[in-house]
């Protein structure tokens, strides 16, 4: 949805508006998914000013041998992270949405952080992977 048109002239703008959020919301959640303008402020950022090369470059650094060693061990561990990530790193509640043992969940956690290199007990380093996880739909695959 985009914002609520109050005159004529508001029409097209709104129009444009809708049609950018339509394309977004199929990027990131899939076809015929219904487009909330508050829910995608993130996704409208990045679709307007991201640069293609760098944000494949930054994705690279932080998701590239994550993606690797998924490809190569048929391990779903990025699904793991975009979890973890969504959950607000709460352990408990990520075991629950993947129906997993929580001590599960961590021997997954310590190997994303083997193969990434990164700390999930930094706010930094969480911060700068949920930005790759949510730059990764704009990138030209």
Excluded: W
């Amino acid at each position: 949805m985009s914002d609520h048109c109050t005159s004529l002239l508001d029409v097209g703008s709104g129009y444009r508006e809708a049609c950018e959020l339509m394309e977004i919301s199929r990027k990131t959640q899939g076809e015929g998914q219904l487009a909330i303008k508050e829910e995608l402020d993130v996704y409208r950022l990045l679709y307007r000013c991201g640069h293609q090369e760098e944000m494949a470059a930054f994705c690279q650094e932080m998701l590239g041998s994550l993606m690797e060693h998924d490809a190569d061990s048929g391990v779903d561990l990025l699904f793991t992270l975009r979890r973890f990530l969504e959950k607000g790193a709460a352990m408990r509640q990520t075991a629950r949405s993947l129906f997993i043992h929580e001590n599960t969940l961590r021997y997954r956690l310590g190997k994303i952080e083997e193969i990434t290199g990164m700390d999930l007990r930094k706010p930094n380093h969480r911060f700068r992977l949920a930005m790759a996880l949510h730059m990764t739909p704009f990138l030209d695959q």
